[in-house]
């Protein structure tokens, strides 16, 4: 600590990147020639930053990354042919791109592709990006805003009459930078004509539609982020691309990049955001793969393992002549998580690029140690065979025990390390003004793993000031984690791979020897089963002392023969540690192969002879010790090539209660037992206290000082549901130290499955709250609490965190609280209460469930039954295998492509805002025990349009938009035999209710059917239940209100609660079969006294009328004029009005057969004639059916079978007449904006230019624009107004009247709201047309501009890749 008046002499740098401690600083000054050189270093990570300081040479002067590839695909971008002509061509965006005339391109073949800016960038970056983004846009989109109401201002305090008057104000031309403000007043000024005495009053209406029209888009606005065009081209020698960064479609002056690996190009992606990016190219040129890179974290990792500052060595990597590969796992798609597909990648790449070392700051917990396809490539290929060290951080989530996530805390073949934090990392990154002992961080992962072994191989530096990305605008920062350690330890691995290289020439180096000799040399910090702080040097002499002993070079694999396989012994549970047990343990040596003698023939296989030699010559002579006297083994053990088994007894019957113990099984070799093991075997007892029949147990007063965890296991009484853990600290101990924050840990372990399910880990902080006035005695309680499981060991971990000072006492309590089903679902076993979700089916009237409180009296009983979720289920509609490109994506051990199960299926939402979440049980929640390479998800819309993905940890969605959406699910594994299998495979849709549903719950059946039957006295009145009683439960499941998205089938999803102090239960109600209604009793009509038919002329009768309606059909489908004609005529002259509206109806249809296209478009097919003529034919039927179809609301409660047959034809009327009208609308608005000429092929060009003129729509007579108002104010009194039919129909006659504004307002309205659905996919086609049309019309440019940037990510062509 400095003095109070005199500071330190220098800055503690050499604590910002910790190397002294790991004798990594003193060994590269001891040997300069061993610092990394000669080692590639694969980094699996978010991709290292191109820009960061420290990472761009070595310190011989080598470039320090060799090469930058995203291994997700995130960055990928698809390819297609065009043709250029006079160097410019279009790109994929829809923008006119000009080229480079210096670009070299031999051949002339051109490929474009585009990609979202916001798939390339980090979170962060993209936040500021789109916020800058937005800013401008808003300011220039205000500016237009405020021009419109200046002029509606103007318009308001001047004589509606003065025409000049309105004009002159309305002149806003002189404000600058928004073109659009000009317009304004000069479109408005054209409704206005001095013979039209209602001009004021549609100016008015109309600027009033503007400014509510600019209110909707703005509040709709949402950057969805440029789409940056790509051109790649072939210059005769590689392959290059140019990026429109800048969206000017101007790449007349840009450079064309090639791949990184070959030119070392980088190019700037966001200039102002310092976020740069490299390229490589992939499928002969068919996919430019834009590699950025993904967060800050992997730029940070590189730093710690292999940064050379030229001009700062102090702040060096461990390894500062290494080189380094990056290898984004990181997915840009779901938040830089890992995906499998990243990660299979990156396997591949450290074999294509030969890494010597790899280090992986990445990790999950998984359900199962040690198990997984990705996981045993890595150990059989990357590691034995292809010789390189894998490094990976043991995790975060301690400091309870078994808290190591996959791969490096759990799996063989990798180096599994933890974060260490000393004096140096204290004083110079932590600015304690006090430091604590040198210690593990709290929080750092500990072991063992769940099947026994050690979880944690290695202690490192956990934390460091070194290299950050560019875009961050700091040059070095500070992080920590186990992410952290693991480099600074791939480092040291460097560092000693470096040093073998030049020392012992060409000598084989396996990364089992390198491991061997880290693990044997780590000095002991007092962590479990002997982890210690990795020693450089001495790994180092280590290495060169045992140089020639063959034994070095292998591995030991052990398995524990009990029901779990396991690599350890680990006896966790109350029963396993009752009484002494027996095992039997297989030892085998594991040898490095290569790939040179799996590929080489038997004739030639001197490889081959070469490593069946070795495991020939191969024994050792083990002498095995026990560390602890309660485990017993034999004193010798001989071992071959093939292993051997040998017997242990492990008893713990008389270990302390609550207590941690450890032993390890130590194998030494005879003729070198100073070498230290060869192998240990960890054992593991967490022997836990017992609950007496209170259901509490007091772990007592526990002390703690600076960096103390204390460990306390207790035996989960079978039964109990959660527990509580009472945390009680004096004021009299606080007063006297310092305040502290202290971690409370607790976890179980079930089998198979992720330690989180059973896990809490709380910061609690003790002395930092006044306990009483005056100083008086008082006491601090804190009580946390958790979901537990029966029968299974909990361990209560509390820590106080490493920097906290001060001593502290804390008494600890724990208890007990427990409801469980005695029937289906909830059975007391010997192992506890089955913890398995309560279903009940629909169809039951009343569903009875028995409950028991095994574990104490339970208070506060007051049942509840609350439904949050529909359950459907979902079979796909397509399901194709195919298999994968073999450049990226072939399986390490085989060297044949993998595949991939694509299946599609259909979702619709039926309401905006719709939270949902998606499940396929079989492959998703894991990542590293997967069987299959990869499971991934992604949802887009009926325009094709890419709205979020997922992988295996899938999380509750959002859908803002309702209607039907595309799930892509994609499987990949090697087998396309094992995909067939799961090609019907069902996905689970939970979607969460707009309402919840509350079942009733009675503790008596007649309850729940009435009220007026009093209950008989011995029936349960809840509120308590004694310890072992049993009470029934009655769930009313026919009076269930089952939300209408819900189908027969659904499962509603929700929770079962009995009490606040237990836990709830996962409750699934079957929906039932919908109840039949009742056909409606009609009365008789009255008998009519005509003559009946007979039976010939009822047949006749019938025969005519299908014949007829035959004919009518034809009428719709009939391709020739001709024969149309002919077939209306006829049908007409022997035709009632009901059957001649019909002829007519059907006519019309046929005239204008694209109700959804605008009426001037090419697709509607009117021409002048046509309209006309339609216009004719629809008065026609508007007469014979308005009278009938305003009968319909009188038979709305039609009763009579008369009555019910009137209703059928008034409502057949009425949609006659509602078609009629529309039609008629429509061919009036293409006559009235004069767009149809003679061909159908003359469209609408002219509309959408605006030239401040009125010639194009000169044409339009005053008499047609009345007709066509009465025929739509007639229209909207029929049907809806926001139906798209009627929108389109009458939106024409605002832009008649100039009313541009008053169009657009449905039109947006109809977009905003409507469902997006394939079957209306034609509709939104030309909604979105006509609001392009009428921005335009307004001059709108800044929305114009807007809407069609955002066109080609809204409504792509193709699908995205996954």
């Given at each position: 600590m400095a003095n109070k008046t005199t500071p330190r002499q220098e800055f503690p740098t050499h604590g910002l990147m910790p190397r002294g401690e790991t004798q990594a600083a003193e060994f590269v000054r001891k040997y300069p020639q061993y610092d990394g050189r000669g080692v590639v270093a694969a980094v699996l990570d978010t991709g290292i930053d191109p820009g960061a300081k420290g990472l761009q040479v070595t310190s011989e002067g080598k470039r320090k990354v060799v090469d930058y590839i995203d291994c997700t695909g995130s960055g990928d971008v698809e390819l297609s042919d065009v043709c250029a002509e006079e160097l410019t061509l279009k790109g994929a965006s829809g923008r006119t791109l000009r080229l480079n005339a210096e670009w070299k391109n031999p051949t002339g073949e051109w490929r474009v592709g585009a990609k979202r800016l916001s798939r390339l960038l980090p979170g962060e970056v993209w936040m500021s990006v789109s916020a800058e983004r937005s800013q401008r846009f808003r300011k220039n989109a205000q500016q237009l805003t405020d021009a419109v109401l200046a002029k509606k201002g103007a318009v308001q305090d001047k004589d509606q009459g003065k025409l000049s008057e309105v004009s002159k104000v309305s002149k806003v031309s002189e404000v600058s930078k928004v073109s659009e403000v000009s317009k304004v007043s000069e479109i408005s000024a054209k409704s206005i004509k001095t013979k039209d005495s209602d001009t004021s009053k549609n100016l008015t209406e109309e600027l009033d539609a503007q400014v509510d029209v600019l209110k909707t888009l703005n509040g709709a606005y949402a950057d969805l982020g440029p789409l940056l065009d790509c051109v790649v081209f072939h210059d005769g020698e590689q392959w290059r691309a140019a990026i429109d960064v800048d969206e000017s479609g101007d790449l007349s002056a840009a450079a064309a990049l090639g791949a990184y690996k070959h030119t070392s190009d980088v190019g700037e992606l966001c200039k102002r955001q310092l976020f740069y990016y490299t390229l490589n190219f992939y499928d002969e040129g068919r996919t430019l793969s834009i590699v950025t890179c993904a967060g800050s974290h992997s730029t940070h990792v590189a730093g710690i393992l292999a940064a050379h500052h030229p001009e700062e060595p102090q702040n060096d990597g461990v390894a500062p002549g290494a080189q380094l590969l990056s290898l984004m796992i990181g997915d840009h798609r779901v938040g830089s998580m890992e995906t499998g597909v990243g990660l299979t990648r990156a396997v591949n790449a450290i074999v294509e690029y030969g890494a010597d070392v790899a280090n992986m700051s990445y990790g999950e917990p998984s359900s199962s140690p040690n198990v997984g396809q990705w996981v045993q490539t890595v150990a059989q290929e990357v590691v034995r065979r292809h010789g390189c060290v894998f490094v990976s951080s043991a995790g975060n989530e301690g400091p309870a025990l078994s808290s190591t996530g996959s791969p490096g805390g759990t799996s063989d073949g990798f180096i599994g390390v933890g974060a260490h934090v000393g004096y140096d990392q204290m004083l110079a990154e932590y600015a304690m003004y006090e430091t604590v002992g040198d210690t593990v961080f709290t929080w750092s992962s500990r072991g063992p793993t769940p099947d026994g072994d050690r979880g944690v191989d290695v202690y490192a530096p956990g934390s460091a000031i070194t290299s950050f990305p560019a875009y961050c605008k700091e040059r070095l920062c500070l992080r920590n984690g186990t992410s952290m350690s693991s480099p600074n330890l791939c480092g040291v691995a460097a560092l000693l791979v470096s040093a073998w290289k030049q020392e012992m020439g060409g000598a084989s180096l396996s990364p089992y020897r390198v491991k061997n000799a880290i693990v044997s040399t780590a000095k002991p910090i007092g962590e479990l089963h002997g982890a210690g702080m990795v020693q450089t040097d001495s790994a180092w002499q280590f290495l060169k002392r045992y140089a020639a002993r063959a034994a070095e070079q292998v591995s030991w694999r052990t398995h524990v023969d009990d029901s779990r396989r396991a690599r350890g012994i680990y006896l966790r549970n109350a029963e396993e540690s009752a009484h002494a047990r027996f095992f039997n343990v297989s030892v085998v040596p594991v040898f490095p192969t290569s790939e040179k003698a799996r590929l080489e023939h038997d004739s030639d296989g001197e490889n081959g002879r070469l490593e069946s030699q070795t495991q020939f010559d191969f024994e050792q002579r083990l002498l095995l010790v026990a560390t602890e006297s309660w485990v017993s083994v034999p004193d010798a053990l001989y071992v071959a090539s093939q292993g051997n088994k040998f017997a242990a007894r492990v008893d713990a019957t008389k270990l302390q209660a609550g207590r941690l113990h450890t032993a390890s099984i130590d194998a030494y070799d005879s003729t070198d037992v100073d070498r230290g093991p060869v192998f240990s075997i960890p054992v593991t007892v967490t022997k836990p206290l017992h609950v007496d029949a209170s259901a509490c147990v007091d772990l007592g007063t526990l002390q703690f000082r600076p960096t103390e965890i204390v460990r306390r296991f207790v035996a989960v009484p079978p039964g109990a549901t959660r527990a509580h853990i009472v945390l009680r600290a004096s004021n009299a101990a606080a007063l006297e130290s310092s305040p502290a924050l202290f971690y409370l840990h607790c976890m179980q372990l079930e089998p198979a499955?992720?330690?989180?399910?059973?896990?809490?880990?709380?910061?609690?902080?003790?002395?930092?709250?006044?306990?009483?006035?005056?100083?008086?005695?008082?006491?601090?309680?804190?009580?946390?609490?958790?979901?537990?499981?029966?029968?299974?060991?909990?361990?209560?971990?509390?820590?106080?965190?490493?920097?906290?000072?001060?001593?502290?006492?804390?008494?600890?309590?724990?208890?007990?609280?427990?409801?469980?089903?005695?029937?289906?679902?909830?059975?007391?076993?010997?192992?506890?209460?089955?913890?398995?979700?309560?279903?009940?089916?629909?169809?039951?009237?009343?569903?009875?469930?028995?409950?028991?409180?095994?574990?104490?009296?339970?208070?506060?009983?007051?049942?509840?039954?609350?439904?949050?979720?529909?359950?459907?289920?979902?079979?796909?509609?397509?399901?194709?295998?195919?298999?994968?490109?073999?450049?990226?994506?072939?399986?390490?051990?085989?060297?044949?492509?993998?595949?991939?199960?694509?299946?599609?299926?259909?979702?619709?939402?039926?309401?905006?805002?719709?939270?949902?979440?998606?499940?396929?049980?079989?492959?998703?929640?894991?990542?590293?025990?997967?069987?299959?390479?990869?499971?991934?998800?992604?949802?887009?819309?009926?325009?094709?349009?890419?709205?979020?993905?997922?992988?295996?940890?899938?999380?509750?969605?959002?859908?803002?938009?309702?209607?039907?959406?595309?799930?892509?699910?994609?499987?990949?594994?090697?087998?396309?035999?094992?995909?067939?299998?799961?090609?019907?495979?069902?996905?689970?849709?939970?979607?969460?209710?707009?309402?919840?549903?509350?079942?009733?719950?009675?503790?008596?059946?007649?309850?729940?059917?009435?009220?007026?039957?009093?209950?008989?006295?011995?029936?349960?009145?809840?509120?308590?239940?004694?310890?072992?009683?049993?009470?029934?439960?009655?769930?009313?499941?026919?009076?269930?209100?089952?939300?209408?998205?819900?189908?027969?089938?659904?499962?509603?999803?929700?929770?079962?609660?009995?009490?606040?102090?237990?836990?709830?239960?996962?409750?699934?109600?079957?929906?039932?079969?919908?109840?039949?209604?009742?056909?409606?009793?009609?009365?008789?009509?009255?008998?009519?006294?005509?003559?009946?038919?007979?039976?010939?002329?009822?047949?006749?009768?019938?025969?005519?009328?299908?014949?007829?309606?035959?004919?009518?059909?034809?009428?719709?489908?009939?391709?020739?004029?001709?024969?149309?004609?002919?077939?209306?005529?006829?049908?007409?002259?022997?035709?009632?009005?009901?059957?001649?509206?019909?002829?007519?109806?059907?006519?019309?249809?046929?005239?204008?057969?694209?109700?959804?296209?605008?009426?001037?478009?090419?697709?509607?097919?009117?021409?002048?004639?046509?309209?006309?003529?339609?216009?004719?034919?629809?008065?026609?039927?508007?007469?014979?059916?308005?009278?009938?179809?305003?009968?319909?609301?009188?038979?709305?409660?039609?009763?009579?079978?008369?009555?019910?047959?009137?209703?059928?034809?008034?409502?057949?009327?009425?949609?006659?007449?509602?078609?009629?009208?529309?039609?008629?609308?429509?061919?009036?608005?293409?006559?009235?904006?004069?767009?149809?000429?003679?061909?159908?092929?003359?469209?609408?060009?002219?509309?959408?230019?605006?030239?401040?003129?009125?010639?194009?729509?000169?044409?339009?007579?005053?008499?047609?624009?009345?007709?066509?108002?009465?025929?739509?104010?007639?229209?909207?009194?029929?049907?809806?107004?926001?139906?798209?039919?009627?929108?389109?129909?009458?939106?024409?006659?605002?832009?008649?009247?100039?009313?541009?504004?008053?169009?657009?307002?449905?039109?947006?309205?109809?977009?905003?709201?409507?469902?997006?659905?394939?079957?209306?996919?034609?509709?939104?086609?030309?909604?979105?047309?006509?609001?392009?049309?009428?921005?335009?019309?307004?001059?709108?440019?800044?929305?114009?501009?807007?809407?069609?940037?955002?066109?080609?990510?809204?409504?792509?062509?193709?699908?995205?890749?996954?």
């Amino acid at each position: 600590m400095a003095n109070k008046t005199t500071p330190r002499q220098e800055f503690p740098t050499h604590g910002l990147m910790p190397r002294g401690e790991t004798q990594a600083a003193e060994f590269v000054r001891k040997y300069p020639q061993y610092d990394g050189r000669g080692v590639v270093a694969a980094v699996l990570d978010t991709g290292i930053d191109p820009g960061a300081k420290g990472l761009q040479v070595t310190s011989e002067g080598k470039r320090k990354v060799v090469d930058y590839i995203d291994c997700t695909g995130s960055g990928d971008v698809e390819l297609s042919d065009v043709c250029a002509e006079e160097l410019t061509l279009k790109g994929a965006s829809g923008r006119t791109l000009r080229l480079n005339a210096e670009w070299k391109n031999p051949t002339g073949e051109w490929r474009v592709g585009a990609k979202r800016l916001s798939r390339l960038l980090p979170g962060e970056v993209w936040m500021s990006v789109s916020a800058e983004r937005s800013q401008r846009f808003r300011k220039n989109a205000q500016q237009l805003t405020d021009a419109v109401l200046a002029k509606k201002g103007a318009v308001q305090d001047k004589d509606q009459g003065k025409l000049s008057e309105v004009s002159k104000v309305s002149k806003v031309s002189e404000v600058s930078k928004v073109s659009e403000v000009s317009k304004v007043s000069e479109i408005s000024a054209k409704s206005i004509k001095t013979k039209d005495s209602d001009t004021s009053k549609n100016l008015t209406e109309e600027l009033d539609a503007q400014v509510d029209v600019l209110k909707t888009l703005n509040g709709a606005y949402a950057d969805l982020g440029p789409l940056l065009d790509c051109v790649v081209f072939h210059d005769g020698e590689q392959w290059r691309a140019a990026i429109d960064v800048d969206e000017s479609g101007d790449l007349s002056a840009a450079a064309a990049l090639g791949a990184y690996k070959h030119t070392s190009d980088v190019g700037e992606l966001c200039k102002r955001q310092l976020f740069y990016y490299t390229l490589n190219f992939y499928d002969e040129g068919r996919t430019l793969s834009i590699v950025t890179c993904a967060g800050s974290h992997s730029t940070h990792v590189a730093g710690i393992l292999a940064a050379h500052h030229p001009e700062e060595p102090q702040n060096d990597g461990v390894a500062p002549g290494a080189q380094l590969l990056s290898l984004m796992i990181g997915d840009h798609r779901v938040g830089s998580m890992e995906t499998g597909v990243g990660l299979t990648r990156a396997v591949n790449a450290i074999v294509e690029y030969g890494a010597d070392v790899a280090n992986m700051s990445y990790g999950e917990p998984s359900s199962s140690p040690n198990v997984g396809q990705w996981v045993q490539t890595v150990a059989q290929e990357v590691v034995r065979r292809h010789g390189c060290v894998f490094v990976s951080s043991a995790g975060n989530e301690g400091p309870a025990l078994s808290s190591t996530g996959s791969p490096g805390g759990t799996s063989d073949g990798f180096i599994g390390v933890g974060a260490h934090v000393g004096y140096d990392q204290m004083l110079a990154e932590y600015a304690m003004y006090e430091t604590v002992g040198d210690t593990v961080f709290t929080w750092s992962s500990r072991g063992p793993t769940p099947d026994g072994d050690r979880g944690v191989d290695v202690y490192a530096p956990g934390s460091a000031i070194t290299s950050f990305p560019a875009y961050c605008k700091e040059r070095l920062c500070l992080r920590n984690g186990t992410s952290m350690s693991s480099p600074n330890l791939c480092g040291v691995a460097a560092l000693l791979v470096s040093a073998w290289k030049q020392e012992m020439g060409g000598a084989s180096l396996s990364p089992y020897r390198v491991k061997n000799a880290i693990v044997s040399t780590a000095k002991p910090i007092g962590e479990l089963h002997g982890a210690g702080m990795v020693q450089t040097d001495s790994a180092w002499q280590f290495l060169k002392r045992y140089a020639a002993r063959a034994a070095e070079q292998v591995s030991w694999r052990t398995h524990v023969d009990d029901s779990r396989r396991a690599r350890g012994i680990y006896l966790r549970n109350a029963e396993e540690s009752a009484h002494a047990r027996f095992f039997n343990v297989s030892v085998v040596p594991v040898f490095p192969t290569s790939e040179k003698a799996r590929l080489e023939h038997d004739s030639d296989g001197e490889n081959g002879r070469l490593e069946s030699q070795t495991q020939f010559d191969f024994e050792q002579r083990l002498l095995l010790v026990a560390t602890e006297s309660w485990v017993s083994v034999p004193d010798a053990l001989y071992v071959a090539s093939q292993g051997n088994k040998f017997a242990a007894r492990v008893d713990a019957t008389k270990l302390q209660a609550g207590r941690l113990h450890t032993a390890s099984i130590d194998a030494y070799d005879s003729t070198d037992v100073d070498r230290g093991p060869v192998f240990s075997i960890p054992v593991t007892v967490t022997k836990p206290l017992h609950v007496d029949a209170s259901a509490c147990v007091d772990l007592g007063t526990l002390q703690f000082r600076p960096t103390e965890i204390v460990r306390r296991f207790v035996a989960v009484p079978p039964g109990a549901t959660r527990a509580h853990i009472v945390l009680r600290a004096s004021n009299a101990a606080a007063l006297e130290s310092s305040p502290a924050l202290f971690y409370l840990h607790c976890m179980q372990l079930e089998p198979a499955t992720r330690f989180r399910k059973f896990f809490m880990r709380e910061r609690v902080s003790i002395g930092h709250k006044s306990y009483g006035a005056g100083g008086g005695s008082a006491e601090q309680k804190e009580t946390k609490t958790m979901d537990v499981i029966g029968g299974a060991t909990l361990e209560v971990c509390l820590a106080q965190f490493w920097n906290q000072l001060g001593a502290h006492d804390i008494d600890v309590r724990v208890e007990f609280n427990g409801i469980v089903p005695a029937n289906g679902g909830g059975a007391l076993a010997e192992g506890g209460p089955l913890r398995a979700g309560i279903t009940v089916h629909g169809s039951n009237a009343v569903a009875r469930l028995d409950f028991i409180a095994p574990v104490r009296p339970e208070y506060d009983v007051s049942p509840s039954i609350v439904l949050t979720k529909a359950r459907k289920t979902l079979r796909p509609h397509e399901a194709v295998i195919s298999p994968l490109g073999a450049e990226r994506d072939t399986h390490l051990a085989t060297g044949s492509a993998l595949y991939k199960l694509e299946l599609d299926y259909r979702l619709e939402t039926t309401r905006e805002e719709t939270q949902l979440c998606l499940h396929m049980p079989a492959v998703d929640t894991q990542i590293y025990e997967n069987w299959a390479d990869n499971f991934a998800l992604a949802i887009f819309d009926a325009n094709k349009r890419y709205l979020i993905s997922q992988i295996s940890y899938t999380s509750p969605l959002l859908i803002k938009q309702c209607g039907e959406s595309l799930v892509r699910v994609q499987i990949r594994h090697r087998s396309a035999k094992d995909l067939e299998a799961l090609k019907d495979i069902p996905l689970l849709v939970d979607v969460v209710l707009k309402s919840s549903i509350r079942l009733t719950t009675k503790f008596d059946m007649a309850s729940i059917f009435t009220s007026t039957v009093s209950s008989s006295a011995a029936v349960y009145r809840g509120g308590f239940i004694a310890k072992g009683s049993r009470i029934p439960l009655f769930i009313d499941t026919i009076g269930a209100v089952v939300p209408s998205e819900a189908a027969p089938g659904d499962v509603l999803v929700g929770k079962l609660t009995m009490s606040r102090h237990t836990a709830d239960f996962d409750f699934e109600y079957v929906v039932p079969a919908k109840s039949i209604k009742k056909p409606e009793e009609s009365t008789p009509a009255a008998p009519k006294t005509d003559k009946p038919e007979s039976k010939e002329e009822q047949d006749q009768r019938e025969m005519n009328e299908a014949l007829r309606r035959v004919r009518v059909d034809w009428v719709k489908k009939s391709r020739d004029d001709g024969v149309r004609t002919r077939l209306v005529t006829d049908l007409l002259a022997n035709s009632n009005d009901e059957q001649r509206a019909e002829v007519l109806a059907a006519q019309l249809s046929a005239l204008d057969a694209t109700s959804s296209a605008l009426p001037w478009s090419e697709a509607a097919c009117l021409t002048a004639a046509s309209a006309r003529r339609a216009v004719g034919i629809a008065d026609s039927v508007i007469e014979l059916t308005r009278t009938q179809a305003l009968t319909a609301r009188l038979y709305e409660k039609a009763q009579t079978d008369d009555e019910k047959t009137l209703k059928k034809q008034a409502e057949l009327a009425r949609t006659q007449l509602i078609a009629a009208l529309t039609t008629k609308c429509r061919a009036l608005a293409a006559l009235t904006h004069g767009s149809v000429s003679a061909t159908a092929s003359e469209t609408c060009a002219d509309y959408v230019e605006v030239d401040g003129s009125d010639n194009d729509e000169a044409d339009a007579s005053e008499q047609t624009v009345q007709e066509y108002e009465r025929a739509a104010a007639e229209l909207r009194q029929w049907a809806a107004a926001d139906d798209v039919s009627v929108v389109i129909a009458t939106a024409p006659l605002h832009m008649a009247r100039h009313q541009y504004a008053r169009a657009l307002q449905p039109v947006l309205a109809w977009l905003a709201k409507a469902p997006m659905k394939p079957a209306n996919a034609a509709e939104r086609r030309s909604m979105v047309e006509l609001r392009n049309q009428l921005l335009a019309k307004l001059q709108w440019t800044i929305w114009s501009a807007h809407f069609r940037a955002i066109a080609p990510i809204e409504s792509p062509a193709t699908y995205e890749r996954l």
